[in-house]
């Protein structure tokens, strides 16, 4: 890096230290580019200060503290009724979690070389960005940049967040009580996860939605093995239904009134509301234009495989770009972006990006569903394998689930790997590398899986597939 009279000269500026911005930058700083990193808030952006971390670190606290009851069955008794759970004690042990992962992001791009400079970051013009440092305002020449700036909570203006009652995904991670009742406006990915948790603290749930279904981006019967837990949990679900109006009361409560074809208007009242309806690109306020980078008609700036933007010399990567907003492909986009520049042969050119939702039971999968193969043109064949008959899942009390492979009829290529049940979010691990590798269900079915273990249950299921798994009876 060269100081100039007017700015400091870098080969690449990265907007944004979040999963995708943190990793473009370490890889920037492994290929020997000087690299500065502009952060506002903290290093790991949503993902580890307010979005997957801190939501994964409740979820397990939650499941931890649900069930307890179960485990009198295993021989352990414990004066049950005095379990309870602590949420400042819970906010201690996730601030902790947080800040040691910081800590080592903040070491690992010390130790690639890259500079972090804790700011807030605007494109002056297609080669120049200022950065606001808290009173300070510094000039950086870069000859790329990188876009990754992330995404914030969409909360419609008529719902008016105040961060007390009416709560985005940030506002809920940082309460200090659990509350007596929750509204969830929202049953996608992240509304599920937080209501389940909120659930198994005690909390009395109600999920509206306005689609037909819960987990409305996943297949139908994976989406209702979760509706089937959120019933036993004791959660409303009012799908087909929309929200008018949202009013604190006088007492310290929200109203919500909400509409379906079906019920017509309904008034109801909890303590809190979280809103999860969806994200917005955080694209409106880092200057795009002087850079003459473009953005589509949601404020999502399209990139090609090498993750360029219409500008050969500006990349943008995660949640600012159309697709997925998940941390795994934010990070894989900052790979590949770093290596580009860096002049290697690098693309995103994979359809495959898992998904994992940390619901009970856990959903987790890559590839095609059943009926996007078959809207595809392919002719397949499919088969599940239940926890049930796994030793493992029952010996651990995770009996409830299944793994389902989706293959090729002729070649029995696989297109899908799904599961629903305890650890899935692990077990897709392999999934998305058979996948990858193009394996057949014979690779699987023919690869000695470790016992006792749940990973059998891919090994099972491609077997089944073929008509060989000996822990089912196999079809005819
Ligand atoms: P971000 O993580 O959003 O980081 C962007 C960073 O840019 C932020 O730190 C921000 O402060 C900074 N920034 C913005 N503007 C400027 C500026 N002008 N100057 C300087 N800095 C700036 N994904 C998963 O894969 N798995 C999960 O289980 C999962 N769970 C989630 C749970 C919740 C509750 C939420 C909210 C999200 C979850 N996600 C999950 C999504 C995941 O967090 C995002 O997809 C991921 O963080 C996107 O990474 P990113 O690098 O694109 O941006």
Not at 9 to 26: C, H, K, L, R
Not at 158 to 168: A, H, N
């Amino acid at each position: 890096m060269v100081v100039g009279e007017v700015a400091v000269e870098t080969d690449v500026i990265v907007i944004g230290g979040g999963p995708g911005g943190y990793a473009a930058a370490i890889r920037l700083g492994q290929l020997g580019k000087s690299v500065v990193l502009i952060e506002k808030e903290e290093l790991g952006g949503v993902c580890l200060n307010k979005g997957c971390i801190p939501s994964k670190a409740l979820i397990h606290a939650a499941g931890e503290f649900h069930k307890l009851p179960r485990i009198a069955k295993m021989g352990i008794r414990l004066p049950l009724e005095e379990a309870t759970f602590h949420m400042p004690e819970w906010q201690k042990w996730k601030s902790s979690l947080i800040a040691q992962l910081n800590k080592g992001v903040h070491y690992l791009c010390e130790a690639s070389g890259v500079t972090v400079v804790r700011g807030t970051a605007t494109f002056l013009s297609s080669d120049r960005i200022g950065v606001e440092t808290g009173g300070d305002f510094e000039t950086f020449k870069f000859e790329n940049a990188i876009v990754a700036s992330g995404s914030r909570p969409f909360v419609p203006g008529f719902l008016e967040r105040d961060g007390t009652y009416i709560l985005d995904s940030t506002d809920i991670l940082q309460m200090e009580e659990v509350p007596d009742s929750l509204a969830i406006i929202g049953g996608g990915y992240i509304g599920m996860e937080m209501g389940m948790a909120f659930s198994k603290l005690g909390t009395k749930v109600t999920v509206i939605e306005a689609a037909d279904r819960v987990l409305p981006q996943i297949a139908v019967h994976h989406a209702q093995e979760v509706q089937k837990e959120a019933k036993k949990l004791g959660m409303v679900l009012k799908t087909s239904t929309k929200v008018e109006t949202a009013t604190v009361t006088e007492n310290g409560q929200v109203e919500l009134c909400v509409y379906s074809e079906k019920q017509g208007e309904e008034r109801f009242v909890h303590d809190k509301v979280l809103v999860t309806i969806g994200r917005i690109p955080n694209t409106d306020a880092i200057g795009l234009a002087q850079a003459k980078v473009i953005v589509d008609e949601r404020g999502y700036i399209p990139v090609d495989q090498s993750c360029r933007t219409n500008q050969a010399h500006i990349f943008a990567i995660g949640d600012v770009t159309p697709g997925t907003a998940l941390a795994h492909r934010a990070a894989k986009q900052g790979v590949v972006a770093a290596e580009v520049i860096a002049g290697l042969s690098s693309a995103n050119d994979s359809t495959l990006i898992p998904y994992v939702i940390f619901t009970e039971p856990q959903v987790a999968g890559v590839g095609l569903t059943k009926e996007e193969a078959m809207q595809q043109g392919y002719n397949i064949k499919s088969a599940t394998f239940p926890y049930g008959a796994n030793g493992r899942a029952l010996a651990t009390d995770e009996g409830n689930g299944f793994a389902e492979v989706i293959v090729d009829a002729e070649s029995h290529l696989l297109l899908g790997m799904h599961i629903v049940g305890s650890d899935a979010s692990n077990l897709i691990g392999e999934g998305v590398l058979a996948l990858e590798m193009a394996a057949r269900a014979e690779d699987l079915s023919m690869t000695m899986h470790p016992h006792p273990t749940l990973s059998e249950v891919w090994m099972e299921a491609a077997a089944s597939v073929l008509g060989h798994a000996i822990h089912v009876v196999n079809k005819k």
